[in-house]
């Protein structure tokens, strides 16, 4: 019985996976970085990446999932906790109706049991197409409600960020989860349990400064856009150029704030390894 609940969800994710890797165009992808064109197949076989100039293209949550966790060990959680509309913010629900419509998702955020390389572990996703990634009130419940779970079960917890930050329409709760899930996070860290940030393009915002730049590791791809405020905002402020490559996943690796930049076709086997090492005597 167990065997065929987890063959279903296998094929969920798959099905999932498949609509999520969208990569713009027909039969030939432009490149927004280098400007090649390359087919549609060979940037998708190659996780969305170009092949020659290996820029990221965003991917959806479901995809992300996919490319992470062991075939057939998805199971998702909290899958029907969706925004509300606390403070009847003018067109907000439409909004909401039109992210779900588009992506298939009830909010900005994915949250999963599954194994990575043969590891039991608890996943997280942002998904960048639902409302910028931003951080509603349901999507703080989830990511706390995931940290909870993976606390209460002993499990390594990896959370992948790609955010515009904290989601205007719900003003002051959508800021609450910051503290929300900052504090999730210091309790399952007194639990002595492993916590890697994955930080993608974009990781901005409240998102940043809060559950995003608490991981035990911080690792992020290639090219990523990582900050607080965006270049553009604090070079008006400031009223002095910025380095090139200013916030950028490269140059914060540079300056420590990320510990690895890792490419796509890389990170799971990454975070195998990782998880390896931080089990109990790094048994293989």
Do not use: W
Request: aromatic share 6%; with cysteine.
């Amino acid at each position: 019985m167990n065997n065929i609940f987890a063959k279903r969800r296998a094929r969920l994710l798959a099905m999932k996976a498949i609509r999520d890797n969208y990569v713009p165009g027909d039969r030939l992808v432009a490149c927004p970085k280098c400007g090649g064109e390359s087919q549609r197949k060979d940037v998708a076989g190659n996780l969305s990446v170009c092949p020659l100039c290996g820029y990221h293209f965003p991917i959806g949550a479901y995809y992300r999932l996919s490319t992470i966790l062991d075939p057939g060990s998805f199971r998702e959680l909290n899958a029907k906790l969706s925004a509300a509309d606390p403070l009847s913010f003018p067109g907000y629900r439409e909004k909401q109706r039109a992210a779900q419509r588009k992506t298939g998702l009830t909010e900005a955020a994915v949250t999963a049991a599954g194994t990575v390389g043969g590891r039991k572990c608890v996943v997280g996703v942002l998904d960048s197409r639902f409302l910028m990634g931003s951080m509603s009130a349901a999507v703080g419940e989830k990511i706390t409600l995931a940290i909870e779970y993976a606390a209460k079960n002993k499990l390594p917890l990896i959370l992948f960020s790609a955010s515009g930050g904290a989601r205007m329409q719900e003003g002051i709760l959508s800021l609450m989860q910051m503290a929300k899930t900052s504090a999730a996070l210091a309790r399952f860290s007194e639990k002595g349990l492993l916590y890697i940030s994955v930080l993608t393009d974009p990781t901005t915002g409240g998102v940043t400064a809060s559950f995003a730049s608490l991981g035990d590791i911080i690792l992020a791809e290639p090219g990523a856009l990582i900050g607080f405020a965006g270049p553009r905002v604090i070079q008006q402020t400031i009223g002095e150029t910025l380095p090139e490559g200013f916030q950028r996943a490269e140059y914060q690796e540079e300056h420590g704030f990320v510990d690895a930049v890792v490419p796509r076709g890389e990170l799971r086997e990454t975070l195998s390894r990782l998880l390896r090492l931080h089990e109990k005597g790094g048994r293989p």
